[in-house]
Every structure is written in structure tokens, then in C-alpha cells.
């Protein structure tokens, strides 16, 4: 249930966050982080745990669009590698980190939740792709919900 | 291509580790993580770098193990939540981490990359668990294969 006051938890709030495209089962947002411009994440609506306590159908939903936003990010972010994960130890309610990494960030090639070796880098080239990055996405993942509703 | 010279990588050899199922495009290794029994890993034999440099068929036949492996991990190793990770910044070949996460691990509720709290963690009692893990794995994936080949 969307935003039900039984359950609480920060992405139960589908309003929440940099809001790129929302569906009636899932939203995607785009991730303010200094490091890594172009890290998104996708986010189940309803509050489900695991990958596996979601249905066939609704879990092979998700990936579909897991796979647009990868695509979406290696089109226009000129990123080295993708990373994912499902992770939710803190927030047991499904989604998925798509992490755009580049051989200069703070932490390549380590996880980025690893220690970090350098407190800052240079991402401006980066940050001047994103308008393009957020369109692109919305043009895609609604022309996917179209097709797909 | 299997194991071929003109790849180096470390994961193109299908015969190392501690392989619990081998198929022809895919296979399930246990990984020895003295803080994470049960930690298992979804490898693509074929060297690609990224999950959309599959066709749409082998990557939602890699996901279905993914979400074999994941059942039986919950379903033996009693974690309190699964992490799912396909990284490969140092090794970008396709390969899954499912890390079950238990609420007494050394990083819980942070990612097993972040920075070790604990030294050591009692899995003493995890650990008996790990042949029952082995064959329920070999079954149900044996099982899956056979229905899908």
C-alpha cells in the first residue's frame, strides 16, 4: 500500500525524492550524490522485503525497468562500469541502486560503499549531463509504461 | 568463450571454486566468506562486461537463477535479509552476489564493503547449515536446468 500509515518507511512515500518517472507499481529517482552523478534508483511502491516475495511477473517488471535506466545511464553518462544492488538492510522495502561508476571516482574500483580514498572529485562534466540523463529517462520509461499498461 | 586465451580474467576459468551447479551458459559457486556462510555467487560463463550486453533471454535466464539461488538461500541459511550486487568494476565479467545478511554479521545493517566493526562474528551454528545449503542448491538448480534445456 502506498504511504500506508501502517507501514513505516522512508520509501513507503512515493512522493519522496528526485522523482523521474512514476508508475502505478514503481518510480525511479535520480540520487543527489556529490561522487556520482547519474546514480539512480528504482523503487517497488508497495512495501515488499525481498526480490522473491514479489510475484513472477511483477519481479521480471522491475528488472524491466532496472535495465532501461542501465541503459539510459551507459547512453548519456559516458560511465566506465554499472553497478547494482539490492540492498534494503536499513529499509527492508525493495529497490535498486543503478550506479553509474567512473575510473575517477572516489572509490573505483571498490565498492562505492567502501572506505573512501579521496575526499573529493571532479565531477562538473558530469553534473552537465544530467538534465539530458533525467529527459532521456522520462522519454523511455514512459514510452515502456505505455506499452506496457 | 569458456576459459579462452585471448580473455585474462579470472572468472572465464569455470572450473575454479566452489562450483555447486554448472551449466552450459551459467554456474552457482559457494563462496568461502568466514563472516557470510552462505554467501553464493551467479556467474555468466561467456565474458560480458554489463547485464544490458545480454540478449533479453539470457538475462532473464541469468536472473531466474539469481532468484533460485536466493530462495534456497532464505529457505536453509535463516538470514534476516538477502543483498544483491552484480559490481565487477575490478573483474567486468557478469557475475551475482547473493550475500545473506544476518543481524549479528560484522556489517549489519551497513554493506559488507563498508568499513568492519566487529572482528569476528560467532557462525559456528551457520555453518553446519552449508552441506543442507549444497544439496538443496544442486537439487533445485539440477531441477531448473533440466526443465529449461
Known sequence: MIGSPEVKCGLCDATKGN?????????????????????????????ISEM??????????????????EQVIRDIMGSHKINLASLGNMVPHVHWHIIPRYTDDPHFPN???????????????????????????????????????
Open 111 to 149: 565498492p562505492i560503499w567502501s572506505p573512501l580514498d579521496i575526499e573529493e572529485s571532479d565531477v562538473t562534466e558530469k553534473l552537465k549531463l544530467l538534465p539530458r540523463l533525467k529527459l532521456e529517462l522520462e522519454t523511455r520509461l514512459c514510452n515502456f509504461d505505455q506499452s506496457h499498461s
Open 19 to 47: 522523482i523521474v518517472f512514476s508508475s502505478q507499481k514503481w518510480r525511479v529517482v535520480m540520487v543527489e550524490d556529490k561522487h556520482y552523478p547519474g546514480f539512480c534508483r528504482v523503487i517497488w511502491n508497495e512495501h
Open 52 to 69: 522473491t516475495d514479489l510475484s513472477d511477473q511483477d519481479r521480471n517488471l522491475i528488472m524491466q525497468i532496472v535495465w532501461k535506466v
